[in-house]
């Protein structure tokens, strides 16, 4: 099974910029996408964006972030960033990056249709 550890995350002013990761072990080779998602207390998880492991390294990402946030991947190393810049208020909370094992859909944008899960980080931002 794979396992996934994040790490980054923290409190930043508006306008500033971080950068998540997110490392995964085991049986990496099954993965065929990784995704960012984010919550707040009282609220669904949100998609953020996706990005294919296999077939190019494509991504898809949400309007609320798309020109803002950027997913990468480093496959000597087995692990994901999600690169925020611009952050605003409204772009606090608690992130997690999720896998996709096997053939599945992409660009896959529901947190059901991820098998394993990193342990979340919290992004604040003050205005």
């Known amino acids: 099974q794979v396992q996934l550890v994040q790490s980054g995350g923290g409190l930043v002013q508006a306008g500033d910029s971080l950068r998540l990761s997110c490392a995964a072990s085991g049986r990496t080779i099954v993965t065929s996408a990784m995704g960012w998602f984010r919550q707040t207390p009282g609220k669904e998880r949100e998609f953020v964006g996706v990005?294919?492991?296999?077939?190019?390294?494509?991504?898809y990402y949400a309007d609320s972030v798309k020109g803002r946030f950027t997913i990468s991947r480093d496959n000597a190393t087995n692990t994901v960033y999600l690169q925020m810049n611009s952050l605003k208020p409204e772009d606090t909370a608690v992130y997690y990056c999720a896998a996709v094992l096997g053939y599945g859909f992409f660009p896959q944008v529901e947190a059901t249709g991820y098998d394993a899960w990193g342990q979340g980080t919290q992004v604040a931002v003050s205005s």
């Open positions: 990005i294919s492991i296999s077939g190019g390294g494509v991504t």
